[in-house]
Every structure is written in structure tokens, then in C-alpha cells.
DNA sequence: CTGTTAGCGCTTTCAG
DNA sequence: CTGAAAGCGCTAACAG
């Protein structure tokens, strides 16, 4: 396709203000050594020629990109990219987007490494880097923020926290597969009784969740809460639980330490990550790096309760 | 920062080599006019110099720019924004990400344009545009391709055809508020009769799905199954009937037109838009424009049939 | 098939 | 404060 257009180049503005090219140049980007009055005036007429800066001939010259790779290996994040993009795109830089999803387009990208002179910094929003990917990335020599997600143990320590506030004692945790660590030192530290019956695992299904109810239906007592690490494990508690007739939270409260659609929708009171706010605030740290030190750090998703319905006195 | 480093440029990767820069990069970008042996010999050390081209340059020097501008609404639809950032990445070219989420955020967009001379086409995912928006990216003169949700009749004619299949005749239908349009006509040329009070609206939440099914119990007369434009109006549906002890899908059948996280963990059966799939379809469309007539287009998810657990025979 | 020569549209010294 | 000149690293004719 030929595309004979448009080409306002930055000359054209500066034949039509009246001024070199470099004065221009150093107008639009407010660098200093410019009086008020030009600057003033060729950004006029830039704006009524629609003039924008060409991106390519400005790096090249100016070897800065103004583009940040953002890797992620999960789009469902999609406050945590939002926000990132948003702070980003305010900054005036490009967001060069990588989804990591499958392991396919993983590999091809650490094995390619499109990235090479093309970024100014790096952000990779959870995903969990292998060895060798980061240091694939620390070959590119520009700062990397990673961005992952909060740790469970702290989160279920808030949510302990607010069950016991409401004077809950007997609070059964339900741990997603995959979940190998113990927790029960949590409970400990607050002065509960483990109970090992009130420690059970689920497929990360709302199906698992469902049995996990079941289960404790059919204990010799039912806990006063519940605490889940998965969102969907958790609905699937709720609903059987509710279908069995538990009020919640009268009967029972239910806490999810992963916030999601879901139980946004459905009213569960649960553990968010701030997302866009710390999207932005990885944002600031990346463009720090950038300005400053090149140095390259990891943000945790700061933990942060949210009381919904689920949870209530005991 | 200063990054005084690896500025292997294709002059160096030429003098390794032994010949002139402009045959390193024919034989790199695969351009006719190079002996293969010479090809496989200047690829050979470009490799072992871990030489990349630089884009910036590279876009300046050839007018093209390898990258596409992604604008979307809603990174929720994660899987339409994963599949049309692998097929660009694997096509070579860059994913300039755009979240118009927010009013603010969007009007800044279109304003600006920050896309001038920097973009070979646009992809807009699941947003619809205004006609000023329209036109302000028609002002870019390259190909814009948009991907919209399905539309809500031809989903609903699906549902109800499955519906009917399984013997159902008493179908109640619930909308979305914001939906304004009458479906009558779809559940008239299925042969079905319209009954009034089973069209219903909703605020678009669990908690509004769960007042319409209340209204539903209320009546004199229980439809057989219920059809809802909306995900999380659904699941507040299936919520409350299930509470009151309604077997779904044996007492009543649930679809829901809109697919979400939420449906699929519930296991509503529901209409998907192939999102992944038409991610990939819209991106060879619009390289098809790009290197062909520069046309732009509209395409629209395509509907399919998931069932899960929530329909059965009437 | 390959090399040479001009730029692409900016930013950056360096003078004025 | 402003302008002129010299590239940034490539690609695209044009010659050989």
C-alpha cells in the first residue's frame, strides 16, 4: 500500500513559525534555551498543523525510545495492566505489549529477544521469572520492575485478623491445590486451636469448593468462618452452603484471599491486590530507574481488605 | 542513566562479515537480491554478534514501522487481546497497547493521537467508537481493523434454538438495562408465544439477577428455562433459584448470553465468542489491508454454543 | 549479486 | 537565545 501523505515534518513547522528546526525541536520538547515567547508560538503552530514528533527519527537521534515492554503471562490481571498503561501512557511513553501465556510464546520470546535497543525499561506484571528469563532480560541493560502477586501468608493474616475482630474462634482454612506450604502458624500467632479437619485442600474449581463444603457439613461442628485461598474455591462454598441452608454470614463468614470477578460480583468479602494503583506505582519506580539509578526492583501486590457481605459476627 | 554499550550496529556486523552494509540487511530481512550462500554466512555472524536491527532506524530509513496500535475497552476480554498480540508478535510486529477504559483516559487518547506516523494499523477490540473517534483514526491513513461483541439476536436465536431443542417452550427472557431493543420477534419466529411478564430487565449484577428471579418465583406460572443477556445477571438467577430449592437444570434451564469467568466457573451454559480465534482472524485481516488495499473492517465475535451444566431437556 | 550514495526526520554540539 | 551542521543506523535507488 503507498501512502503518499501527510508528511508534516518538523522543518515544515519550522519554515511556517519562522525558526529553525532545532528551535522547534527544543519548543515541543520544553527543553531549556528557548525564550517563552517562541516556545509559545511554535507550539501554536505546530498544533494548528497537527505536527507530531516522528517517534523513529526522534530515537534515533536522540537514542532515548520512549517505549516500555510490559510482559504478562495472564491478560485476566487487567487492573494491574490497565493502571501500568494509564501511568505509562501519561508519562508519554509506548507500552510494547507481551502476553507470556503459554509456554509456546514464552520460550519464543526469551529465545528472540525482540526487545533488543527497542525499549527503555522493562515491566513484568505477574509472571514469575525463571533464572534464565531474567537474565535474558538483564542482557537488554535497561531497568526491569517485576510486579508479583501478593503473598499468601501476609494476606491471610489480615483476613484472620478481620474474623477474629469479629470474634470468630473457629475458622477453617481451604488451601487451593498446589498450595504446599503450612500455615497454621497464622492461626497460632493469634491464639487459635488448630484443628487438622479444618485444614482441607480443593481442586482451584468452584466444584472443589462445593465438595470442601460438603465436607465440613459433615463434621461433628462447623466452623463459624471460612477462610479460602482461591476465589472460585471460595464461591463454590458459598453456594453450597447457602443452598444447604447456612445463612452467610450469619452462619458462617467466608473470607477469599484472591479477589476476582467473581466474588466482586457475588459479594464475598475477600483480599484484593490494589492492581491499578500498583500498576502505577511500578510505573514510577521503573521511571526512576530510568531517570536515575538503572536499577531494577520487585513490588509486591500490596494486600488490602475489602469487606463485602460474606463476613459477619460470629 | 548512560548505557554506554553493545551498540552493534550493521555497519560492524557488514565488517565481520566482510561485505557492505546494505547486503547485511537485504540478507537479513530476507530481500531478494543475495546470494543464499552469502545469506547464510552474514545471518551466521549476525547471530553471533547477537546483532538485531534497529527498529527506530529501520522504520525511518523504510517508511514502514512494524507495529500496530491495540486499542481496547475492556482488558477483561483477555483472550481477544492474547490471541491478536501472538498472531502480531509472530507476524514481527510490535503491540502498541491503548486501555481507553476510563472516559478520561479515552478523550485524552483521541485528542492527542499519539499514534501520527507511528503505527501500520490499528486493532480495536471489543470498543465501540464513536463516530468522531472514527474519524479521528481514519486521520492516521492506515487500515483499522475493529473486533466487536457479537451480536445480542443472533446469540439469543442460538440459545433459544438450543433451548427448544431440549422441548422447552416457556422461556423467559431477562435483559441487561441499557438493552432497549425488542427480542420478541426472535422468540415469535421460533413458534413461541409471548408472554409478557416473562421479559424482564435487570441492572446488570448478580444482585438484580437476583430480584428478577425473585419476580419469576413470584408469578403464577415457572418458565421452563430463562435466557439472560448478561453473565453476572445470570448467576444472581441461578443463585436465588437454586436457595429456593429449584434444581437447575431439572427444574429450570439457565443460558446465558454473555460468557464470563463467572459462567464458566458456575457452569452456566452460555453463548462465547470465540475470542481467542477471531483475535487471530481480525490481525490477518488487517495485515492483509496493510500489505494490500489499506481497507478497513468490522468484525464481529462469533457466536458458539457452550453447554455446560444448566440446560437440560425441558 | 554486491557496493556506493543519499537521505529518512530528528537531536545535538558548536558557533554566533 | 537561536541557527547551522553533523550525524543517529538503517534502507533504497543506482551503478557496477
Redesign the pocket.
Known sequence: MIREVD?????DV?RAA????????????G?????????RYVTEVAKRMK????R???S?????RFAIAVLTGDVGRGDLLAGAEGALRQAGFDVLLYVLGDAGSRTGFFEEMPLGRRVDGVLALSIVLAEAESAALATLDVPVVRVDDGDLRSALRIAVGHLIGLGHRDIALVLADGVDESYDEVLVAEGLEIRPEWTLWSSPTVVGGEQVADALLDGDRLPTAVVSSNGEVALGVFMRLRRDGRAIPADISLVSLDDRDLTRAVGITAIEGAQREEGERAVAALLGSIRGDGGSSVHGLSARLVVRDSTGPA
Open positions: 508528511v508534516t515534518s518538523m522543518s519550522a519562522g525558526v529553525s528546526a532545532a528551535t522547534v525541536s527544543r519548543a515541543l520538547r527543553e531549556p534555551g528557548v525564550s517563552e515567547a517562541t516556545r505536527y507530531a514528533i516522528a523513529d527519527a526522534s534515533l537521534a536522540g537514542g532515548r
